[in-house]
């Protein structure tokens, strides 16, 4: 028996397809108003762009090519499993999940050269909010390599195919995040 | 396996003009001519994230009320942007000010007037 959110579709697409899109649009509030607090607060205040200096352009810049390269690789996934290559889809989730983890580790090594150098979460408005958001970003991040090694496990075994599309909805979400931050916290000086 | 399948284009070469939209956002900002970086950075970002939505999350292919559920939730974040603005980046409005940035622009203004 395969599960309601596979098989139930009173909205005219599969339920669970409606959930991730339902998740997507409350994050968009989430990642929306956190965005916009900061456009705001970096608008009233020249001064920020002294503290935004001292981000990494590059580190910022390679983060959003690997992001942006494990998005090709989900949909890669999404591809195979409409394909009914379970294998081949678990492959590309793999590929996905190494993008994440290479993305928390160059996030772990610029934080802890910026932490070193006496750039903290307390430091002032700016690095709170740089600290906040590319935090709450990079917990995202974590979740879904979490999720992805789930769904990878099942469609190794051609089981639940569908949900390497829903996975794959999510972290584009997280990469189109991305887009958006590298440019408000890394390029904006 | 989904229930309908999806029309799949060349996402490698989707990929690669993202990847060279990236290396246009990151150079840029390097003339360091001030409209050139806004519309390199963010500009340059909307039609990335626009990329994305429409090549890799298929948003197209799916029910009309999808897309109008995400716009919906964007419109909110205008709303609370031009709701919330004003009080963050002016000094003072109706019934409120802000002491301190008043004291502030004083200054300034008296340096202005009489530079040290």
Do not use: K, Q, Y
């Given at each position: 028996m395969r599960p309601v959110a596979t098989t139930r579709?009173?909205?005219?697409?599969?339920t669970a397809r409606l959930a991730v899109w339902w998740l997507i649009a409350s994050e968009v509030v989430i990642f929306g108003g956190l965005l916009a607090s900061y456009i705001m607060h970096r608008l009233a205040h020249d001064a920020w762009s002294v503290q935004a200096a001292y981000t990494n352009t590059w580190i910022g810049a390679f983060n959003t090519l690997v992001l942006l390269t494990s998005s090709l690789t989900a949909v890669l996934g999404h591809k195979a499993a409409d394909e009914g290559d379970g294998e081949r889809a678990a492959k590309m989730l793999g590929f996905t999940m190494l993008g994440g983890v290479t993305f928390l580790v160059v996030k772990a090594f610029e934080w802890t050269i910026e932490i070193q150098h006496?750039?903290?979460?307390?430091?002032?408005t700016f690095w709170s909010f740089y600290y906040s958001a590319a935090g709450l970003h990079a917990l995202h991040v974590l979740a879904g390599v979490v999720v992805m090694g789930i769904v990878a496990a099942s469609a190794r075994k051609?089981?639940?195919?569908h949900r390497v599309e829903l996975i794959g909805l999510y972290w584009h979400f997280v990469d189109i995040v991305w887009i958006f931050l590298f440019p408000l916290l890394y390029i904006a000086k | 396996m989904s229930e309908e399948h999806t029309h799949h284009p060349n996402y490698v070469k989707i990929w690669a003009i993202l990847v060279v939209l990236l290396v246009i956002s990151v150079t840029g900002?390097?003339?360091?001519i001030k409209w050139v970086t806004l519309f390199t950075a963010f500009g340059i970002a909307i039609v990335k994230a626009y990329m994305v939505v429409v090549n890799f999350m298929h948003i197209g292919a799916t029910r009309r009320f999808v897309p109008y559920l995400v716009v919906t939730c964007l419109l909110f974040m205008f709303l609370f942007f031009a709701g919330v603005a004003p009080d963050v980046m002016k000094a003072d409005g109706e019934n409120w000010s802000k002491p301190s940035w008043l004291e502030a622009q004083a200054q300034a203004a008296l340096e202005g007037d009489h530079p040290h």
């Open positions: 579709s009173a909205t005219g697409m599969p006496g750039f903290t979460i307390t430091s002032n051609n089981e639940e195919l | 900002p390097m003339i360091g």
